[in-house]
């Protein structure tokens, strides 16, 4: 009996230096995760610190524009716009739209452009209004071929 007690104590201790080293791996796995994690935490905070900071400057820099402006909102805006450049972008972008559309294009002159000469008061805008409406039928149809309605008018032949 006494050896197979020895092998029982022999298998045990090996089971017990089994236990003790999965314990130490899955404690050295744990700290190697809470390094990670403590790692990422302070990345993250540092990171929130600096868009703090970043906020911070920026209402400095806002204020001064502003202060500097005489606290004239349309004009800070204006100038912000301005020089972020979002009207190069707002140009580059609907340059970008037209493209490949090919779009035909008619100018006249309006109701002012008749060269009369003479001052007509309201009747030279009437007068005015109807001369433009023949070309703006014109533009409207070759862009989109609808035609007026017959009640308004009719399209002219200008080639």
Partial sequence: MGRYKKAA?????EKEKQAEAQKAMAEATLYSRQQVADG?????????EGLVGLAQAQGTY?????????????????????????YQEIAKIN???VKGLQPKISIWTG???????????AMKEVVGLYKMLPPLFNTVHEQTEML???????????K
């Fill in 40 to 48: 990422e935490l302070y990345a993250k905070q540092k990171e929130a």
């Fill in 95 to 97: 340059g970008e739209a």
């Fill in 62 to 86: 806002i204020r001064t524009l502003s202060g500097a402006m005489g606290g004239n909102y349309g004009a800070l805006r204006d100038y912000l716009m301005i020089n972020g450049g979002m």
């Fill in 9 to 13: 104590e022999a298998i045990l201790y």
């Fill in 148 to 158: 007026p309605p017959t009640w308004i008018g009719k399209i002219t032949e200008s």
């Fill in 111 to 121: 109701a002012n452009g008749g060269g009369d000469g003479g001052d007509g008061g």
